[in-house]
């Protein structure tokens, strides 16, 4: 906390008068830090919601409203399956996202995979979610450019 004490010129002091300190707070440093604060996480939180790089199909499909941030499962072009940015075997998919589901069964899930992988790998980690329980499976792609 910044702290300015002003003091009176001798020619304005009245004689007999005390010198008394006059406490002010300065904001201009703190609303300094919080609008650059502010500008880095506008720039940074885009960069951080996903971290497997995958190449999506290109499709017309509206994007879905996004209040809270979905769980995201990624299946590449090897079969290697992805939890956020983690790799995970097929086996323990469906353990994981039980225990990771904060809205339990009604937890939001996206199904983001490589252009190039098999239909099949896809249907596979699909089925073993649905059949868990999970509901509410979105698939993910990228806007077509026209």
């Known amino acids: 906390m910044a702290v300015t004490l002003t003091a009176l010129s001798g020619s304005g002091r009245r004689r007999g008068q005390r010198y008394r300190p006059r406490a002010e707070i300065n904001v201009t440093p703190m609303v300094d830090v919080m609008l650059v604060l502010l ?17 999506l199909p290109k499709t017309d499909a509206r994007s879905m409203n996004a209040q809270s941030e979905p769980l995201t499962i990624t299946v590449q072009n090897d079969g290697s399956v992805f939890l956020q940015e983690s790799p995970i075997e097929l086996d323990a998919l469906v353990p994981r996202l039980t225990a990771i589901a904060g809205n339990g069964y009604e937890e939001r899930i996206f199904l983001r995979a490589d252009e190039n992988t098999d239909y099949g790998e896809v249907m596979k980690v699909m089925a073993r979610i649905h059949a868990a329980g999970f509901t509410n499976i979105g698939l993910v792609t990228d806007p077509l450019s026209q």
Do not use: R, Y
Not at 39 to 47: G, H, Q, R
């Open 39 to 55: 500008i880095v996480f506008m720039i940074t939180a885009p960069l951080l919601t996903v971290g497997v790089p995958v190449d």
